[in-house]
């Protein structure tokens, strides 16, 4: 074995033209280019405006983690113009382009050339499956036109109705928390993430894969608890420590094995190590639901005698495809199909909690508009409890909200994607190897389109929008181009849905004086503290007042 990895070595050192006498010269020197000559001396890109590198190993780094997501992003544009050039660690340039223009290149037009890079894709592979999330080009393309159906206009009408057992669901038991207390008139302070998390759990198992489990009452299903794990390793001092496990070369192959999750004791034992035995356990859990849940589909399908009769979840739809396909066209494999699983939960759960967690966080500090919107959902309500989705979408207040909530707070702050050869965008020379950030939170706010008070929460800006507005790139909270979130207008409907059902219901305030909002800085943007908000029942609204 070590006379191989001997061979190996030396067959590498051969291709270098290196000796092993050269070889610590070589790595300094390497080391020295990479950290130092290339971006303060050579770079293309030295002279674009931007931050000062600072120091040379980690450039930017601490900013980035350590400031609110998208924050020192959005100061640099502010001060530098809507081209920035930053260095992050060991000496890679990153570059922030906002213009429409330089975004329609990256996003749409080249998104062949500025892929996703590799690990990017190797977080999103472990954490949401390696589904849409991970694959690029054809085979992007054909796996995207297979799922586009169960995301269709009629499909999502077809599924509105699924939200509201879990919608009643979480009303009672707000109800119930607020009605135990001494004085309920006062109100109760309930950590509202944790309950927009569990109900958007509930949901999103129910609408993609018809399964129920139910974690509003029952914290403990294996799912909600497996999947949880998976969600801590990307906040607080887990996310570095997971970001430096996966840069490892093969590491990400050794964590999806089986190999290693039969040997996940032995990383047990090494404190750095640990976020990687938490993650092969919650991975192979989830692999043995989705496995459960495809068998189920599958034997599904052979007993349901008509289409009306069929389930009208995601996985379901996928599966009824893959069969009246006959072979002819793209077939996604059993394996492709379960991964798509991890892909739903990780892509459309805490994105959508988040969201809500941050809306409500939003109406709490404008007492205006939530009464406005609950004078505009209770009306509907008082009739019909379950409205469907032309109502839903007709509601103008709430769709006001709903968008200025993603624009302000956007649940996915920044993503990424890397020049995977030298090109030009917008002007501007970009070498291969490059990381482009995709600047969400910034374009959303930036003052050029959005005005003077771009960062304030102002839900009325959409029944009159700027006419710097342009309806693809000046909100990217779902971004734009092939790569576009495709459960965006799930999403929005699933936070209507929610939103409609508890404003109706409850009042919503700050927990205490002087309470900020503490996004974290990981892959989503989720409130760090759980979004604690004091919750009072609202009597129901007269009828005679709704008329006005
Ligand atoms: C408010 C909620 C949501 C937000 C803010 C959001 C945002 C995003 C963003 C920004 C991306 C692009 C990521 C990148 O390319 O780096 C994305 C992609 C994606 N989202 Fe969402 N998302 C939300 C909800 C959902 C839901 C409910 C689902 C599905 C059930 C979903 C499924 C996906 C998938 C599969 C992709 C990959 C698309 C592709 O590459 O073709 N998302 N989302």
Redesign the pocket.
Known sequence: MSLTIQHAFDVVLNVLGLTYQRLPGYICYRALYRIVLWPCLLSPLRHLPGPPTGNPLIGQWRAIVHKEAGIPQREWVKKYGPVVSAVGPIGVERLIFTKPEALHRILVSGWLECP?PSF?KNI?GLVAGY???T?TGNE?KQ??KA?NPA?SIPNLMAQTDMYYDSIESLIDILRSEVNAERDPAKGKEILMYDWMSKVTLDI?CE??FGYKPDSLHNPHNELAEAYENLIDLQSGPNIARFILLVIIPGFPYLLASQWGYNHRHWFEKIPILRPAAILMDSMHRIKTISRQMLAEKTADLAVAASDTEAKRD?MSLLVRARTADKGEGYQMSDTAMMDQVL??LG???E??A??LAWTLWLLANDTAAQDKLRHEVSAILANNPRPDYRTLKDLQWLDCVVMES?RVL???PM???KAAENQSIDGTFVPKGTLLY?P?RVVNTWKEIWGEDAEEFRPERWLNLPKEYNSTFSL????AG???????T???M??KAILAGIIAKFAFEPAYVGQVAKPTAAI?MKPADGMPLRVRCVAPTPVASMAL
């Open positions: 996703r990017l999103l589904g849409l999330l694959v992007h796996m995207r799922m995301f999103i609408t993609a995601i892909t739903f892509a459309g759960h994105t959508t988040s969201g993603l956007p649940p996915v993503t990424v994607r995709i969400i990217l909270s779902f971004i092939p790569h576009a979130c495709i459960g965006k799930m999403a929005i699933e936070m989503t």
